[in-house]
């Protein structure tokens, strides 16, 4: 599985990011899981008074929650970056934030200033809002993920962090 971050300020374009990378990495047959890391505090995915709660705050280690449409996993607890990556299976897993994971990512930023405290190392591509009116910075491409999604999901592709799989598919190895 290939691993990247999306990172950068609140509206920088993360999400739209995401999207059009997500949408396009799908449009050329790859499966792939987005997580999301949220700073909000007292945060919960799950409604509070609701019974799904209630179970989980009875002492459960995690309730499942399924539904018509979708199928939710709640645990109650704060997972490791790590953790998430090693329990999650598809070609690519793009994530939002998550800076206590070392792997590829993409900076977003409205303007310069900002963009100058995303990048590091492990930057392969600038996107974002400021991506619209750079072509380089710091030796690093900027790539529209609204005008030029292909080049930057090629730059994904190419660029990503390589991981194992997870370790239920180890299993008989």
Same mark, same amino acid.
């Given at each position: 599985?290939?691993?990247?971050?999306?990172?950068?300020?609140?509206?920088?374009?993360?999400?739209?990011?995401?999207?059009?990378?997500?949408?396009?990495?799908?449009?050329?047959?790859?499966?792939?899981?987005?997580?999301?890391?949220?700073?909000?505090?007292?945060?919960?995915?799950?409604?509070?008074?609701?019974?799904?709660?209630?179970?989980?705050?009875?002492?459960?280690?995690?309730?499942?929650?399924?539904?018509?449409?979708?199928? =939710?996993? /709640?645990?109650?607890?704060?997972? @490791? &970056?790590?953790?998430?990556?090693?329990? +999650?299976?598809?070609?690519?897993? #793009? !994530?939002?934030?998550?800076?206590?994971?070392?792997?590829?990512?993409?900076?977003?930023?409205?303007?310069?200033?900002?963009?100058?405290?995303?990048?590091?190392?492990?930057?392969?591509?600038?996107?974002?809002?400021?991506?619209? =009116?750079? /072509?380089?910075?710091?030796?690093? @491409? &900027?790539?529209?993920?609204?005008?030029? +999604?292909?080049?930057?999901?090629? #730059? !994904?592709?190419?660029?990503?962090?390589?991981?194992?799989?997870?370790?239920?598919?180890?299993?008989?190895?």
């Amino acid at each position: 599985m290939k691993v990247v971050a999306v990172r950068g300020p609140s509206n920088s374009g993360k999400t739209e990011t995401i999207i059009a990378l997500l949408r396009e990495l799908r449009r050329r047959g790859f499966s792939v899981v987005t997580a999301k890391d949220v700073h909000q505090a007292g945060f919960s995915i799950d409604t509070p008074g609701k019974d799904s709660a209630r179970l989980g705050e009875a002492g459960g280690e995690a309730v499942v929650i399924r539904a018509e449409g979708e199928t =939710s996993f /709640v645990y109650r607890r704060r997972f @490791p &970056a790590e953790e998430i990556v090693t329990s +999650v299976a598809a070609d690519f897993l #793009v !994530v939002e934030g998550f800076r206590d994971l070392s792997c590829a990512n993409l900076a977003c930023a409205r303007e310069l200033d900002e963009l100058r405290r995303q990048i590091d190392e492990q930057t392969i591509a600038i996107s974002g809002v400021v991506a619209s =009116s750079l /072509v380089t910075y710091e030796g690093v @491409p &900027a790539v529209s993920a609204l005008s030029e +999604v292909e080049k930057l999901a090629d #730059v !994904v592709e190419a660029g990503a962090t390589e991981v194992g799989p997870p370790p239920s598919s180890q299993a008989g190895a």
